[in-house]
């Protein structure tokens, strides 16, 4: 069972365009994280969003978790090419539990 | 600061062998996560250890085993490998279980296996 969707799962934008990338659930999570990987790597933790509401800017790209803590987003405004990537959301329980839940995934694809 | 290094980063098996994949966590870092990444089933969990004990475990078969030395570095071993192993394998290190907890995870590059 999957608990954490991504939309859209592909995305291929040109150089400029902006972006918004979701990941829902009908659980509730304690935090919720958003990594970028690139081939050939590991994930790599952009942001940890712990409150319900939050919203969190880095440089082009603004992260929100919903007000339920069940759902979030990924916006990036003028995209690059170096945001290519793949995107994925993790949801963390909170408690004594130390794994996470990984999203489906979104592949971003930014050309010249 | 050196990352998380893992090795071997690529490695071919046939079915029926063991493998063991080995992560040395960043400096400091005690606990070592592990994960399996597929195309189909993307990133799912296999188990975390901290203070050499396996404090969580995911929904894999016992095939897939793990330990951790006193000096936080850490090996996973699949025994009697199936065509269905084949993924990249990732380990991740954060301070602490409190930071695992809230996905503060660092990973390394990976171990891509590929059973033939």
């Known amino acids: 069972t999957q608990l954490l969707e991504q939309s859209p799962q592909f995305l291929s934008i040109q150089e400029g365009e902006n972006l918004t990338v979701y990941c829902n659930s009908s659980?509730?999570?304690?935090?919720l994280q958003w990594y970028r990987q690139e081939p050939g790597e590991g994930p790599v933790l952009l942001v940890t969003?712990?409150?319900?509401?939050e919203v969190k800017k880095l440089k082009r790209l603004t992260f929100q978790f919903g007000d339920a803590r069940k759902d979030s987003s990924l916006h990036i405004t003028a995209a690059q090419p170096g945001d290519t990537g793949l995107y994925l959301c993790?949801?963390?329980?909170?408690?004594?539990?130390?794994?996470?839940?990984f999203g489906t995934g979104t592949r971003l694809q930014v050309t010249l | 600061k050196a990352g998380v290094t893992q090795t071997p980063r690529y490695l071919i098996k046939t079915r029926g062998q063991q493998v063991t994949l080995s992560c040395s966590p960043i400096?400091?870092?005690?606990?070592v996560s592990w994960y399996q990444q597929t195309p189909g089933q993307g990133l799912q969990f296999l188990f975390e250890?901290?203070?050499?004990?396996?404090?969580n475990k995911g929904n894999f078969p016992g095939r897939f085993s793990g330990r951790q030395f006193s000096n936080s570095r850490s090996e996973m071993n699949v025994s009697t490998l199936e065509l269905g192993d084949s993924a990249l394998y990732l380990c991740?290190?954060?301070?602490?279980?409190?930071?695992?907890?809230?996905?503060?995870?660092?990973f390394g590059e990976g171990s891509r296996l590929t059973v033939l």
């Open positions: 991740a290190s954060s301070w602490s279980r409190q930071h695992a907890n809230t996905g503060e995870l660092f």
């Open positions: 659980s509730v999570f304690s935090s």
């Open positions: 969003v712990v409150t319900g509401g």
């Open positions: 993790a949801g963390a329980r909170g408690g004594t539990a130390s794994k996470l839940t």
């Open positions: 400096s400091g870092h005690r606990s």
């Open positions: 250890y901290f203070s050499e004990t396996q404090r």
